[in-house]
């Protein structure tokens, strides 16, 4: 994980270019925007309509599900069905949550949610499987929703896990996006001797609208809900959520300071007064005369790294290298620090 981190790092550093759009919807690592729709029931077409996942409304025409379906990944397994498909995945109330079929090629099938298995975890480069095996909640028969489907438990069990370097607190319980994603992930599972695991995937909030990812924002950028919003040109991190927002420059705030090479996960500190987002040098040269040459003005790029600021920053509101003054909509991450003492 330390070289992956340590690259990415490098490449933020010498690499203006690498950007980010402020497309709320575009969130770095956050895998968690997809949708799903099941379509088929048993032999036969579902006509619609379906439902909306972010509002609700029962509009969702079928072509517009097909379309929405192209820009997600389907490893469902098929049925045994001579004359058509069948059902993939069932259509139930009681079996509300996904599995990866690890020795049946990597597919899918839907799964009671109550049932134990270990967990698919992620964390923007690399996958692990979870230590222990916890339930993926209750389905919508049992009562199950979203808001208390145990995914605390299921974020903890792969918050445990431990990168290369011995760093915890990267990992998310995740799904796969992609096909290469789903091929790692099945090569990892096996590795770790399982045959089914849980992935992230469920449609406990309507049936049939199947839920890639909920809450699994693994990499930067780590914005707030509906953030940015075009409200400013700079990035401060919230103290009390970890979240990030976009606010004016001119404001005084404390500045987070990074240095990468103490410990396996580097160190954070917080300046002891506020200044303006002047420029992103006039950080870096605060950061370096209260707290050393090897500091910078930075912003988090790991989920570990954001929690790590997240601990020194109290209930401070802070900046953090991120901004879009340059072009508007275009957030540039850690610039000017390919000069490490």
Do not use: H
Request: charged share 20%; with cysteine; aromatic share 10%.
């Amino acid at each position: 994980m330390k070289k992956n981190l340590i690259a990415l790092i490098t490449l933020l550093a010498v690499s203006p270019m690498l950007l980010a759009n402020d497309d709320p919807t575009i969130l770095g690592g956050d895998l968690s925007q997809g949708v799903w729709y099941d379509t088929i029931d048993g032999q036969s077409e579902i006509s619609g309509p379906f439902r909306n996942y972010e509002t609700g409304a029962n509009n969702v025409t079928r072509q517009q599900a097909l379309q929405i379906n192209t820009q997600a990944l389907d490893q469902w397994k098929a049925g045994g069905a001579i004359l058509g498909p069948s059902q993939r995945p069932d259509t139930s109330d009681r079996r509300d949550c996904a599995q990866m079929l690890v020795d049946d090629a990597g597919l899918w099938e839907n799964r009671d949610c109550w049932d134990q298995l270990r967990l698919a975890c992620f964390n923007g480069f690399d996958w692990k499987i979870s230590n222990r095996s916890p339930r993926f909640g209750d389905d919508k028969g049992n009562g199950g929703t979203e808001s208390n489907n145990n995914m605390q438990d299921t974020y903890a069990a792969c918050l445990e896990v431990a990168d290369d370097d011995g760093v915890v607190g990267n990992y998310r319980f995740s799904a796969p996006v992609s096909y290469v994603q789903n091929q790692n992930l099945q090569r990892v599972a096996q590795s770790a001797g399982q045959n089914r695991i849980w992935i992230n995937l469920q449609d406990k909030k309507y049936e049939g609208v199947w839920k890639f990812n909920l809450e699994s924002d693994v990499l930067a950028p780590f914005w707030n809900v509906g953030e940015p919003n075009n409200s400013g040109d700079c990035a401060q991190f919230y103290g009390n959520s970890g979240k990030w927002d976009d606010t004016t420059c001119n404001q005084s705030k404390k500045v987070a300071c990074y240095d990468p090479q103490l410990g396996n996960n580097g160190d954070w500190k917080v300046t002891v007064n506020g200044y303006p987002f002047t420029n992103n040098e006039t950080l870096n040269q605060q950061c370096q005369t209260e707290f050393g040459s090897t500091y910078k003005f930075f912003s988090p790029v790991t989920l570990s790294q954001n929690t790590a600021l997240r601990s020194r920053a109290g209930n401070n509101n802070i900046w953090i290298n991120a901004s879009d003054r340059l072009n508007e909509g275009i957030w540039k991450r850690n610039v000017e620090l390919n000069d490490w003492a």
